[in-house]
């Protein structure tokens, strides 16, 4: 399975974050591919392009992705139906972003989002699981989620373990 990951609006490609999971995944021999977008902070841009790199792919496809990155991943899966969407602290209904309603082709969303997030809203993450019926997971961090990376890692393990079942 292939398993691409957006970095959030100030990261980059070699995020720590990106990069503790793209190890988790390669470890069980999916293939992964981690997204450059340091030349636009445009969200909606950023996911055109995603958007037009996962619709060549004909394999199936899980998207990760984390603050911006997050909201770039949303929208792409609903441009093309994909096996799974992991999400962390997204960047939802936020101003200047265009999208606000989300419809995702996936066939599982998980969203990690911490209780001290003061970039976005944890509602924003509760709004959505809701309406979505997405798994929610609320730890104990920041917008950024580094003080439980191992927690964050734990729990997409057992995402791609469920995934990939049968």
């Known amino acids: 399975m292939n398993i691409y990951f957006s970095h959030g609006k100030l990261s980059s490609p070699t995020s720590q974050k990106l990069l503790r999971l793209t190890k988790v995944a390669e470890r069980r021999k999916h293939t992964t591919h981690i997204i450059d977008f340091t030349d636009t902070l445009n969200p909606d841009l950023r996911a055109e392009r995603l958007s037009a790199i996962i619709k060549k ?22 441009t093309l139906a994909i096996k799974g969407l992991f999400i962390l602290a997204p960047a939802l209904y936020l101003s200047g972003y265009r999208t606000q309603n989300f419809s995702p082709k996936a066939e599982e969303i998980t969203i990690i989002h911490g209780w001290n997030d003061e970039t976005v809203p944890i509602e924003n993450s509760i709004r959505f699981a809701k309406k979505h019926c997405a798994t929610l997971h609320i730890l104990n961090s920041d917008h950024r989620l580094y003080s439980v990376l191992g927690e964050v890692e734990q729990l997409f393990a057992q995402f791609l373990q469920n995934l990939t079942k049968g």
């Open 57 to 78: 792919d004909t394999d199936e496809k899980i998207l990760v992705g984390s603050s911006m990155g997050g909201y770039t991943s949303l929208v792409a899966a609903g």
